[in-house]
């Protein structure tokens, strides 16, 4: 490009549609195709750089680096203060800021966030990314953090907010073939007047669209994006669909024969960007455009909406004219962000009852910290990088300094042998930690800390190395500090067999069998085969194995033992935020996993005849 030159759309003096219309006719038909996705191309003869739309901030920046985190979502509607959502959302805004800097071309300023979807069942795995089942406050709390997120400038953008999903979306499991019914009331009352606020005084300037559909309609084609978020509601930015969900349209909904038909649908449903897998998806394009499904004059009108954006983010102007257009590295966790994390954490705590218990006496002589959270600091799918953790056990241990504080996470310890074998498992002392049953010595097998999550869901924990064992190419080795991923590979179940034994299987069902060098790996059950029968592993085939768990000592009496010696005790119970319950994962139920439901139960007599104990029920910060 010559730098001498400069178009229209360079000059920050013209009026914003004119620069965006100018910007547009000078892009090929080609470039246009190549601008409707996610990733969008870079088009150096107009001197226009890649940008990525899409960077995650549901509470707090996350998945580019540590950055301040601040509670779920579903913890700050606890707080009821708009005014405290604007300033998280002014927070976000300056540390993406901060990584856009550092690299434009991947961390973009169009934030994912915030999450307006109403929690019509407390059961849906994504609970914690919104606000609660409440419109009106849904809609105050969302807009308080659209105007912090997007800044008070009257043109520039600090980044722009991306309301999600539009709209009915309440379960994960087959979320992308679903479809719900809505009559209009409740729609127009309930589901609807959720975003309608964050809009019409947010001024939001995003969108993303459901994976469900509503009464049979696919969300991505449904009319109501044009009619009522466009028109009624005057938003004048840009609406996405859910990655993946354009070409689901065909794979998933089976609402459309071809992936022409889904992108074309899509584009004149209102949706300007789209976030599948972009090579099949340009194909797409060219293909609705050779049929005659879309026009390239339904290109200009997304591109529009996309690019719109993108002027009033500043990025085609002088950094001078732009307040945001540099943000100081010192924002990035600041002391001050992190001291608002913490009001937003204290705000957001709710006591349900208080029978005189609180506040703890400042003078105990010593406290018994129980239960398998006490000592975690748990992230979610949707966390930032935490610049630093403090778990409750280390809270309360600088609380008690120089006091006795006595703690016990209420695990079982286990050892495990093969059934078939009598061998005892240990690892793998040359080979990564990988696990095999080769021990006679029960006194050398290694030892386990056993987490029940429930509903068919146990970590195990490797006393010799800390490591949780999960899944790995070459089978299961202690390897993980965390369970916790997309694929919770750290989580088995152990069925009972008629044996007596217990079939130990994978995070996705599959048996863990023994390899003929007793390593423990991940099988299929070939074709016509039983439990007992043979299992295919890789090249080579081993016989379907039992498993015996034996129980060291009994993590809850162990427990009820630590408390028993102390003044009071704080049992801090919950779930895990990666295996109870999260994006494609619905809960089975709302209650504590069994496991915690027993460790609790001891205590029962002491919640009901004394104050001597403190329940702590949490969830990740």
């Known amino acids: 490009m010559n730098t001498e030159e400069c178009y229209p759309f360079q000059n920050p003096d013209l009026p914003l549609e004119e620069r965006v219309n100018d910007l547009i006719s000078r892009f090929t038909l080609e470039e246009k195709v190549q601008l409707m996705c996610q990733y969008q191309a870079e088009i150096p003869h107009l001197g226009v750089h890649k940008y990525k739309h899409g960077t995650e901030g549901a509470h707090g920046v996350a998945w580019l680096g540590e950055a301040t985190v601040f509670p779920q979502n579903i913890g700050l509607a606890c707080t009821w203060d708009a005014d405290l959502m604007n300033k998280i959302g002014s927070v976000v805004g300056d540390e993406a800021r901060v990584y856009y800097q550092r690299d434009p071309a991947i961390n973009g300023l169009t934030i994912w966030a ?23 406050l849904t809609g105050v709390l969302s807009t308080g953090l659209v105007k912090g997120m997007q800044g008070d400038h009257p043109f520039y953008y600090k980044t722009v907010a991306t309301l999600k999903h539009f709209y009915g979306n309440n379960n994960e499991v087959d979320r992308g073939s679903a ?122 009108r997304a591109l529009r909406n996309t690019f719109r954006v993108r002027v009033r983010l500043g990025e085609f102007d002088p950094a001078e004219r732009n307040p945001y257009s540099h943000v100081p590295e010192s924002k990035l966790c600041a002391p001050e962000h992190s001291a608002l994390s913490l009001r937003a954490a204290r705000e957001s705590i709710v006591l349900l009852k208080n029978d005189g218990l609180l506040p703890l006496k400042p003078d105990m002589d010593s406290v018994a910290v129980i239960g398998p959270l006490a000592d975690e600091a748990f992230t979610d799918w ?8 403090v778990t409750p056990l280390q809270g309360i241990e600088e609380k008690m300094t120089g006091r006795s504080v006595r703690f016990h996470n209420g695990f079982d310890r286990v050892r495990i042998r093969s059934a078939v074998t009598g061998k005892y498992v240990v690892l793998s002392k040359v080979d990564d930690n990988r696990l095999e049953a080769t021990c006679t010595d029960a006194e050398q097998a290694e030892v386990f800390e056993r987490n029940d999550w429930g509903w068919g869901n146990v970590t195990l924990r490797a006393q010799s190395c800390g490591k949780y064992v999960t899944e790995t190419d070459t089978g299961l080795a202690a390897f993980a500090d965390e369970a916790k991923g997309w694929f919770v590979k750290e989580a088995f179940d152990f069925e009972p067999t008629a044996g007596g034994g217990l079939l130990m299987k994978s995070w996705e069902g599959k048996p863990i069998v023994q390899d003929e060098h007793g390593y423990l790996v991940v099988g299929d059950v070939g074709t016509g085969a039983t439990a007992a029968g043979t299992i295919v592993v890789g090249s080579t085939s081993a016989s379907a194995d039992e498993f015996i768990v034996e129980v060291l000592s009994d993590g809850i009496q162990e427990a009820v033992n630590a408390a028993s010696q102390a003044d009071t005790a704080i049992v801090v119970v919950g779930n895990s935020p990666f295996i109870n319950g999260k994006e494609t994962i619905d809960r089975p139920d709302i209650v504590l996993p069994p496991a915690q439901q027993a460790l609790i139960r001891p205590f029962m007599p002491q919640i009901l005849t004394s104050s001597s104990l403190l329940w702590a029920v949490t969830r990740s910060p």
């Open 114 to 136: 915030p999450t307006v979807d109403m929690e019509r069942d407390p059961r849906w795995g994504r609970n914690e990314e919104a606000y609660g089942e409440d419109p009106h």
């Open 179 to 300: 479809s719900v019914s809505i009559d209009p009331r409740n729609k127009r009352e309930y589901y609807l007047k959720a975003f309608e606020m964050p809009f019409r005084e947010g001024k939001a300037g995003s969108m993303m669209t459901a994976y469900n559909g509503i009464n049979g309609r696919p969300c991505n084609f449904n009319n109501e994006v044009n009619e009522i978020v466009k028109g009624e509601w005057g938003m004048n930015g840009f609406v996405v669909g859910d990655a993946g969900d354009v070409l689901g349209t065909v794979m998933d909904h089976h609402y459309v024969d071809s992936y022409a038909e889904a992108v074309a649908g899509s584009v004149m449903a209102g949706i300007d960007s789209m976030t599948d897998e972009q090579d099949i998806s340009f194909q797409a394009l060219h293909d609705a455009l050779d049929q005659g499904l879309l026009t390239e004059k339904d290109l200009d």
């Open 382 to 389: 949707y966390s930032g990088t935490p610049k630093y953790r």
